[in-house]
Nanobody, 127 residues
Framework: QVQLMESGGGSVQAGGSLRLSCQAS????????AAWFRQTPGSQREGLASLNTRTNTTVYADHVKGRFTISRNVAKATYTLQMNSLKPEDTAVYYCATNPLVRMVDGFLVPTLYDYWGQGTQVTVSS
């Protein structure tokens, strides 16, 4: 099993930046893909970015391309989401998630394909 814990959320004005971190523990060597999602009340969980830990290949949702960057620190077992040019509509609870898959051909940002989840961290962007 893999345990995940997000940090780095907070409040920021529109146009600002935040850096979210996801600390992984447990059987971290089994992580195949790591991803970031977000959710607002009454809405479905939305995929933002995914990282193949074996190839470092990344996939982004269209509406965050060029603004958000997913990365990892292997030594620290952390996954980071750098968010720039934030907008009020980015306000949500942000989650990191992982799965042990060796290869995915699609569904990189589909929540049901991820097995382990953190508890989430709140991001609030004011106008």
């Amino acid at each position: 099993q893999v345990q995940l814990m997000e940090s780095g959320g907070g409040s920021v004005q529109a146009g600002g930046s935040l850096r979210l971190s996801c600390q992984a523990s447990g059987n971290t060597g089994t992580v195949g893909y790591a991803a970031w999602f977000r959710q607002t009340p009454g809405s479905q969980r939305e995929g933002l970015a995914s990282l193949n830990t074996r190839t470092n290949t990344t996939v982004y949702a269209d509406h965050v391309k060029g603004r958000f960057t997913i990365s990892r620190n292997v030594a620290k077992a952390t996954y980071t989401l750098q968010m720039n040019s934030l907008k009020p509509e980015d306000t949500a609870v942000y989650y990191c998630a992982t799965n042990p898959l060796v290869r995915m051909v699609d569904g990189f940002l589909v929540p049901t394909l991820y097995d382990y989840w953190g508890q989430g961290t709140q991001v609030t962007v004011s106008s």
